[in-house]
């Protein structure tokens, strides 16, 4: 992106009070300021080009000189943003107020500097903000002269101080320890929610006899046990093992409950665990407390605590998610199908911003949508949407059901020579799979006699009926069942069989559970 | 509550351009700005008690509490050029509010500028605090690097970890020399051999460096090894003149 356009951006996405803000702030310099009639003028327009802003301040000196201008807005903004996010972060004002205490030393008041340092040694011990600490301390290293302590006492200090430096930065490399272990197990179930390939299942055994997970005790902070929680959490999601993983549910509620920091700290984690907490609910036949999980997690997205872009869009993301599952997954479409103007709208302005495997999980929920109203051209559009991604990056297991469902979606629309292309090619695309699910496999080996093979059975319904059968018992193992929870296999089957339709055989198997 | 000796001395430890940048940034504070100056003024001379102000029923506690921050914040805008660490610790708050506007490509593209002069100038608590950015913006991140790239960015925070844990070692070691130089222990020239005093110096960091001919100057000299602790000191002064961020960092101590 262009500078310009960078600049543009970020003022048109500057909040009210933002604005106010930085405009007050400008007012702490005197005479004319040019980047402030520029910050005006690219905050009215709704496309920012240089061309035309040239020709709107052709009669001032500075649009010479644009470049800078826009230079210095740029910086005269990021310190409004600095202040606000001082004024209103805890941690960020702990990190600021720093300062204070270099500057006081430097103006010879010790005095009043080991008063700050005790004030802010206090935040940063209670609320674990380690990066704050160690600064503190270097502070305190650096300018343990103009105390001008005995030799004794000073010795004593400093001995405190390099035990206290000790300390944190241990917290910080376990820390940094137990966050390697959450990333690599977070990007494992991004990519496999769904389907579970069993035969990696030692893989997940292994990490959990990792001692850092296996031993909690071994978390010397409550941010490194907030984060061992959290690993366990989800190797547990992935294995299916519900009992469990309702227990690490709540050590991770009670954790952020007891230390409010966290929330601050770990926005997205909440965020995800309020999500898990949801799921959890609703597969125990909660439903009701499922729904204040979620309703909670849609209040939160006018908490201060949340406002950011970078938030507003994880709740966007989030939400959109559980609420096209809940939707879908109890027939209710055409609900599912009135937030769609919203979600496409907002896909279509922020999706860079958005994160890949949220795309994914929501072009796929979307692809259901579309499907279960019958709505084919706009189903395959969702299709296409996770196929052109990159499968390394993308969920994986949404990627590969997708390639299933792309066959589904041209038989329905009876395109007869597409498929045959089209199979072959998904064909292909499962044999460089080292290890196809089992319901994948049923599903090529059914789809073909249905669809594709030239002595096309005249019986179709007999082979859907061996199909319901082949995937009734593949899905006997939880680890392949998941897949349905998006999009029901069976019902589709049943709804060949029963010559209905996606949408009522969903409904009627919602009605019989 | 802020001790009233506390704010007048702050107050009058204050130079006539940071009176002036005081009074000027004030105005764009939303506080009454007159009764702050008032204040201000009244607490500036010499003469006044906080009996006095308490007794004039004008100004209350809160008052002189928000007196006192914002003259810390004045501050805090008056030197913010003037030093690397105030300017690297903006910079840091940038990425982060980048972060927040969703603005992860330029965060990404300052991130890395920002990375490349902390190393060049062995900031390494400040990196610690970049890694914490820098893993929050992976995610945003594409290509196929992205699945090593965490565990990449975590070995790099270790070994920075490491760096500070050795930089502590010498600070402890350093600070023992002294102590033994105040208790004139005769065995200190052992202390020479010591393990991290005899490291290849081409492998270290330039603070690492620093420490080292520290030790060893102050263990010449109290040996009396004058031509060596001069050597010592003369390479310190060279080190200092070829990385002006050491001398920020190394304000004597003890």
Known sequence: MKPSLLLHEIIRSLSPEEKASFLQGSSLQQGEKNYKKLFVYMDSVEEYNEEKAKVYFKNETFAKHLASEKNQLFHHILKSLRQQRINEKGSAATFEKIKDVQLLFEKGLPKIANREVEKIRYRTTNEELFYSHLDLIDTEIQYMAVNNYSHELAVVKMQELFDEKELILKKVATLNRYQQLLREIEYYFNQNILVHDRSKKHLLESFLSNPYIADLSNANSKKALLHGTLCRLICYRIMRENEIQGKEIDNAVELFKTYGYLIDEYPKMYIGLNGFLARYLAINANLKKAKIAIDHLRSIKDDKCFKTQDLQNTIFTRLTVYDLVFYNYSGQYSKADELFPEIEKNLEKNKKDYETHEITTINFLMFVTHFAKKNYNKALKCINEINNSNFEESRQDLYRYAKLCNLIVHYELNNTDYLNYSYKSTQRFFKLIDYPFEFETAFLKFFKNIAISKKRSTNKQAVFGEFRAQLEEVFKDPYQLIASEYFDLIAWVDSHLNDTDYATEIIKARTDQ | ?254
């Open chain 2, 1 to 254: 509550m802020v001790d009233f000796n506390d704010i007048a001395d702050l107050i009058r430890s204050l130079g006539k351009a940071e009176k002036r940048f005081f009074k000027m940034m004030i105005s764009t504070e939303n506080v009454d700005v007159d009764l702050l100056v008032k204040l201000f003024n009244e607490i500036e001379k010499e003469s006044v008690s906080i009996e006095k102000l308490e007794r004039s029923g004008y100004y209350t506690e809160y008052d002189i509490d928000k007196l006192y921050n914002l003259i810390l914040k004045s501050l805090r805008g008056f030197h913010a050029e003037s030093s690397t660490v105030f300017r690297l610790k903006d910079e840091i708050l940038n990425l982060r509010c980048l972060f927040d506007k969703a603005q992860y490509r330029q965060c990404r593209k300052m991130l890395a500028s920002l990375k490349r002069e902390l190393y060049e100038n062995e900031q390494f608590s400040f990196l610690i605090k970049l890694f914490d950015v820098e893993k929050k913006l992976i995610v945003f991140e594409e290509g196929k690097e992205i699945q090593l790239k965490p565990s990449i960015i975590a070995q790099e925070e270790q070994s920075i970890i490491q760096k500070e844990q050795k930089l502590l070692q010498f600070q402890k070691l350093l600070m023992s020399i002294t102590s033994r130089i105040e208790a004139k222990d005769k065995t200190l020239l052992v202390t020479l051999s010591n393990p991290l005093l005899t490291e290849n110096v081409d492998m270290l960091s330039r603070k690492e460096r620093v420490y080292i001919l520290k030790c060893k100057e102050r263990i010449y000299s109290f040996l009396n090894q004058k031509i060596e602790a001069e050597l010592c000191c003369a390479q310190i002064k060279e080190l200092f003149a070829k990385h002006k961020f050491l001398e920020e960092y190394f304000l004597e101590t003890i």
